[in-house]
């Protein structure tokens, strides 16, 4: 596996911002020179947060994990993020970046954590705001660790079993390691989640009262280590990493993510409305619990128009298209007045019209043909119909019937005359609702059914998974008592996807749930608009490449050849 060696190697990185915490650059200098530097020292933590993900389509060139799944289909075939789906993926092809940047991120923690500690900075010790230096100097030890156990649970999600240290290792040593039981290192994971919880702060705002100013808020607290726990528990006791169906983990899946839900509301967290998860002020949103932000090193403020670039519709000035909302999705969203699938008895889905009365998450997360305004420098309607404005034939004309909408800012003016190019960016990593979700799902496999309560879990997973469909700009029906568990378990998948829609969850919940058939086709809308005006709606199903080998990425071709104790992934 490749490891960087962060002091006499690479530049420690810098501009990191999540949140409101924007960075400085920091140079590249020997270890004894950093241990008198408080900057330089800060600098590496820097350096390990730069290294977190976020999925605006950085990887791929444009393309989302969303495209790889049954949420969207990317415009262009020849997109590096179609190699998921149309049979390239391979050891060597293996797409993800995750093996080398968390390990690279990794070592970076072993090292921070052996190699940095116990400074005091003596020269700072007269300045007013010494104190402030080094409470933030040794909390970093906490966020590091925190850093460290997340860069782990991303390589389990990816890898399953993987290799596994908590102190620096040598070149040699890394290149002899075998890989350790998933399970084991979800343990590490859950142990470190619950101590760092207890001595992270719950937030950062108390820093102003120490000299420092603006006080940071995106820093790794308690209410992250709770959501990483919480979210690791899940995973732990899905089918993917628990095929016996050990009872016990969901129901430590349950406790954790109760407990985080808890902090959170003596915390005064609260799910506010949808349309406020996106957008540049998303990160003051109090859903919120960590956020990574989208840097662009091109603009001094950090903004970009990436996203909009990408994904804006073609047709429109400067816009590529890119991740097109699939039909599969868009089936996702119930009738809003019934609070049923479009394919129940009684729902009200009228095929003539179907976009009345739907799920208004919908209208925020897609656009659709004949939408208007959309950018807000648009002035005509959307035309996704075969020889419209923006639809096919055209070269990158979405193939779904649909653009993206959801985390774009429709602000961004992509014409040569624009005043405003860009927009800050903020990826969510955790917030509230996903963990009413994780709850619901993890109490439903551990109590039995969907209204089962107990004395330890008092709020059932019905009650749960109708949290995200009540928020003020939704207001959709909750789900009804009396279900049965596979109709449960489908409305809470469906609920699951509408909710979480291109915020990278479904990806890796079809994996660990081991449903990848549902990844053997995708679902696109043909739309024909007739002499008078009309539009016919043609469903056209698109076979892709799946095979249960996928469940797990193959581990990079160039990481079995250097370490031959390092297995493959079976299949691959």
């Known amino acids: 596996m490749r490891i960087k060696n962060i002091i006499g190697g690479a530049a420690c990185v810098a501009l990191l911002s999540a949140c409101n915490m924007d960075y400085h650059e920091y140079a590249n200098y020997e270890k004894d020179y ?25 990887v791929y060139g444009g393309g989302m994990l969303a495209s790889a799944c049954d949420e969207a289909e990317y415009a262009y075939t020849s997109g590096d993020v179609c190699d998921f789906t149309n049979g390239s993926w391979s050891p060597s092809n293996p797409l993800s ?39 933030r100097y040794n909390n970093s030890f906490y966020e590091v660790r925190l850093l460290r156990a997340y860069f782990y649970f991303n390589l389990i999600r990816c890898y399953g079993a993987v290799p596994f240290f908590t102190e620096m290792v040598t070149v040699d040593n890394v290149n002899s390691l075998t890989r350790t039981p998933a399970q084991e290192v979800f343990s590490f994971i859950e142990e470190e989640c619950t101590e760092l919880a207890t001595l992270l702060p719950e937030d950062y705002t108390d820093l102003g009262l120490l000299g420092i100013s603006p006080a940071e808020s995106g820093r790794l607290t308690s209410y992250a280590a709770l959501a990483l726990k919480a979210r690791a528990a899940l995973y732990a006791a899905s089918p993917l990493f628990n095929e016996s ?7 430590k899946a349950a406790q954790a993510n109760k407990e985080l839900i808890d902090a959170c509301v003596a915390g005064d967290f609260e799910l506010g409305t949808y349309a406020a998860l996106w957008g540049t002020t998303n990160w003051q949103n109090s859903e ?29 000035t400067g816009g590529g298209s890119g991740n097109c909302p699939s039909q599969n999705l868009v089936d996702a969203y ?19 019209n179907p976009y009345e009365g739907r799920d208004p998450r919908f209208a925020m997360t897609v656009v659709k043909n004949g939408d208007t305004g959309w950018p ?54 955790f917030r509230l609702g996903e963990f009413y979700l994780n709850y619901a799902e993890a109490v439903f496999r551990y109590l039995g059914s969907a209204d089962a309560t107990s004395a330890e879990f008092p709020m059932s997973a019905r009650e749960a998974a109708s949290v995200t469909r009540t928020r003020s700009d939704v207001n959709m029906p909750e789900f009804p008592t009396g279900m049965s568990n596979d109709a449960f378990w489908a409305k809470y998948q469906n609920e699951r996807m509408v909710e979480l829609a291109f915020e990278g969850h ?25 002499a008078d005006g009309t539009i016919t709606y043609t469903r056209n199903e698109v076979s892709r490449t799946w095979d249960d080998k996928m469940y797990f990425f193959p581990i990079p071709q160039t990481e079995i050849m250097k370490n031959p104790n390092l297995t493959q992934n079976e299949g691959w």
């Open 376 to 429: 807000s420098y648009n002035t005509a309607p959307i035309q996704t119909f075969y020889g419209g404005t923006n639809g096919e034939p055209i070269s990158g004309a979405t193939p779904t019937g649909y653009y993206l909408k959801k985390y774009l800012d429709p602000a961004v003016d992509l014409r040569a005359n624009s005043t405003v190019k860009s927009s800050r960016h903020t990826w969510i990593t």
């Open 97 to 135: 970046n995750t093996w080398t940047t968390s390990y690279r991120a990794i070592q970076e923690c072993n090292q921070y954590l052996q190699e940095f500690q116990g400074l005091t900075f003596d020269e700072l010790k007269q300045n007013d705001d010494y104190e402030a230096r080094m409470f």
């Open 506 to 530: 479904r990806f890796y919940d079809l994996r660990r749930w081991k449903e990848g058939d549902k990844l053997k086709s995708i679902t696109e809308m043909k739309l024909t608009q007739n």
């Open 245 to 251: 169906n050990d009872q016990e983990l969901w129901h």
């Open 288 to 316: 919120m619990i960590f956020m990574r932000r989208y840097v662009n090193s091109k603009d001094a403020s950090g903004a970009s128009s990436v996203l909009e670039e990408y994904n804006y519709p073609i047709g429109i």
């Open 334 to 352: 119930e009738m809003q007045a019934t609070g049923l699938g479009i394919n129940e008895a009684g729902s009200g889905y009228d095929p003539e």
């Open 34 to 58: 950093l241990a008198q530097s408080y900057d330089e020292v800060i600098g590496l933590v820097t350096n390990i947060y730069n290294e977190l993900d976020y999925d605006f389509g950085q």
